[in-house]
């Protein structure tokens, strides 16, 4: 070591230590360009990984602490620690975190002290997007009930179906969809107690409001949600998976933790203000962005429904941050009329899916430098992606660190069979794995439908892995895109529409002998319209007014077939299956359809012929679906 007033070596060595340190340099540069140029997203790739790993390690310290904290164990924290900062903001209504708390827990001594509810058991709701849809969840979730989220479009056969389905002990409704539940009243299982947010109720319903007003706002115990393993039921959210009527999804404890951190991973923050106008009934809504606001302790504007119109004045009235979208959205915004100052606003991400490359870069040219953080999921799933580069079209990446953590593969899939490919050993290529870290959870009182959602036998004897049910290509980059839904099923209006149900409801009309739903590609739409093909019984007519009186009178507005198509006999595949490629293929077009088409005309009430001319205008987009 040099004492003071020594010198630096001198010779040979300091040009030594220079090359060295230029030869360093050189290598840097070269290894950073080789980076550059090998693994461009290798980066990006790494500190979306280190957030996956920062979110797992979090919950491994819970559990390793002892302490099993679920999403309303967040929602009570933010409670003790901010509860004069606003939680809802809706139709200019400020909620706090305490008066959440307060209004919820009046929830749970009502039902404490007026019903025969237990913890573990399932409540279903049935309510428009509205604070009282969070106050009646976080209340039956501090008794430690599951509550099952009814879509609030359904009605009639699909609502019994789903309210049968879940087996709850009780159903509450809100005012506005009381005459959903009157409809079916009678046909209700008779131990279901119905309660109604509306103080005068119809004999046979329970008025929850009129009760809220004299109840207790105290803290419930802890001990009546105090989590004892967190893969128990939390939620039931129903989807149409890939077949038949709608299925309760199981969302565990584990499950909405690790959804509720989908904005933190984006980058959102406890400064955000975060706009909700996706129906709450549905995961995106309730998980990722209700419950995405409790993990970062964030402010979140409610809309009862989504307003094209309204959409960039509510942005700009509440200093609106972030917003969730599906596909849909986005479109009805670039077709609003242009005026100024549509870049005059602070948003700044925009968190969702479904949105098609040249809507994603029209949405970006028109309205600014908006981050678009597309993902990927099912309700059900049991892997998620993200696209976390921003690269357009993509839902994400498969890159060699998100398989070390989250295994999936592909395969191939044949279109006209309309099942996965296998060789000659029955062995398919690549699929999604279910295992120990990514387990499928199945759906509520449906055994059979969970099992079919399961591949089995698929590269080895013994293996299981899960069908998504979706298309996906993958490009060279490693990026993957979301194709199109297979199975029974098709997305509209941003919902997934099963075919059978619709085939059922069409089908109960005493003329039609056969009835085989699907989707059809119409030109700047997302998603496919439904399409009807018909077969009449022998010697009976078509009464397109009473088809349109069925479809209307029995489906929600999105799930009615736009087109219909009458044929003289249906053709099948060779497992006997309806044959839906040959007419997904054909579309609409009465240019290459020699069947009497028909499309449906809501001033008429009826489905009118689909001319030429019709046709021409919806491709143009003067007739809109």
């Not at 003329?511 to 496919?528: L, S």
Request: aromatic residues 12%; hydrophobic residues 40%; proline residues 4%.
């Amino acid at each position: 070591m040099a004492g003071p007033g020594s010198e630096l070596p001198s010779g040979p060595v300091a040009p030594m230590l220079l090359s060295w340190l230029t030869g360093l340099g050189a290598g840097m540069v070269f290894l950073s360009f080789m980076q550059k140029v090998l693994y461009p997203y290798f980066w990006d790739d790494f500190w979306y990984l280190l957030k996956v790993v920062h979110c797992g390690l979090r919950l491994e310290m819970y559990r390793l602490k002892g302490e099993l904290v679920t999403v309303l164990d967040k929602f009570l924290m933010h409670v003790r620690k901010q509860p004069q900062k606003p939680f809802i903001i809706y139709e200019g209504d400020i909620y706090t975190y305490q008066d959440v708390d307060k209004r919820s827990s009046r929830v749970a001594h009502v039902f404490l002290n007026h019903s025969t509810l237990k913890r573990g058991d399932t409540v279903a709701l049935l309510m428009s997007n509205e604070p009282d849809f969070i106050h009646v969840w976080f209340g039956l979730a501090k008794l430690g009930c599951v509550v099952a989220f009814l879509n609030s479009n359904i009605r009639y056969v699909s609502l019994l179906h789903c309210i049968r389905s879940c087996e709850p002990r009780a159903l509450v409704v809100g005012a506005d969809l009381l005459e959903t539940i009157e409809e079916i009243l009678p046909s209700l299982p008779a131990d279901i107690s119905v309660w109604a947010m509306k103080e005068s109720v119809p004999q046979g319903i329970i008025s929850l409001k009129e009760k809220l007003s004299t109840a207790s706002d105290s803290q419930v115990p802890h001990s009546h949600h105090a989590a004892s393993n967190l893969k128990t039921p939390y939620l039931y959210i129903f989807t149409s998976g890939t077949t038949g009527l709608p299925k309760a999804a199981v969302i565990c404890q584990l499950q909405a933790m690790k959804s509720s951190a989908g904005l933190w991973a984006f980058g959102c923050t406890s400064n955000d203000i975060i706009y909700i106008s996706l129906p709450l009934y549905h995961s995106a809504g309730s998980l990722l962005g209700i419950g995405g606001c409790i993990e970062l302790g964030a402010t979140c504007v409610l809309k009862k429904k989504f307003s094209a119109s309204q959409f960039w004045n509510d942005c700009k009235k509440y200093n609106v941050t972030v917003f969730q979208y599906i596909g849909e959205l986005c479109r009805y915004l670039c077709k609003q009329p242009k005026r100024e100052g549509e870049k005059d606003h602070r948003v700044r991400l925009a968190v969702g899916n479904g949105i098609r490359s040249d809507v994603w870069r029209e949405f970006l040219d028109r309205f600014g430098n908006i981050k678009m953080c597309e993902l990927y999921g099912a309700t059900e799933g049991n892997i998620c992606f993200m696209n976390h580069t921003g690269k357009i079209g993509s839902v994400g990446r498969a890159n060699f660190l998100h398989k070390l953590f989250f295994a999936f593969d592909l395969i191939k899939y044949d279109f006209q069979k309309d099942e996965p490919i296998r060789n000659e050993h029955s062995w398919c290529s690549r699929v999604k794995k279910v295992n120990a870290k990514n387990p499928f959870f199945g759906y509520a009182g449906n055994r059979k439908q969970t099992e079919k959602k399961l591949l089995c036998d698929v590269f080895k004897k013994g293996d299981v892995y899960f069908n998504t049910g979706d298309l996906m290509v993958q490009d060279q980059e490693n990026f993957l895109y979301f194709w199109d839904r297979i199975g029974d099923t098709f997305r509209w209006k941003g919902e997934n529409i099963a075919t059978t149900e619709v085939a059922d409801i069409v089908g109960m009309l005493d003329f039609i002998q056969d009835t085989n739903v699907y989707g059809v590609a119409v030109p700047d739409y997302e998603g496919k319209a439904g399409m009807a093909s018909i077969t009449l019984k022998p010697n009976m007519s078509l009464d397109l007014e009473k088809v349109y009186e069925q479809v209307v009178t029995f489906l929600p507005a999105y799930a009615c077939p736009q087109f219909l198509r009458i044929q003289e006999k249906m053709e099948t595949t060779g497992t006997f299956k309806l044959q839906k490629f040959r007419l997904v293929e054909e579309g609409f077009s009465p240019l290459k359809i020699s069947d009497p088409l028909y499309f449906m005309d809501k001033l008429k009430k009826s489905y009118i012929p689909l001319t030429k001319e019709i046709y021409h205008q919806i491709v143009l987009g003067k007739i809109k679906l």
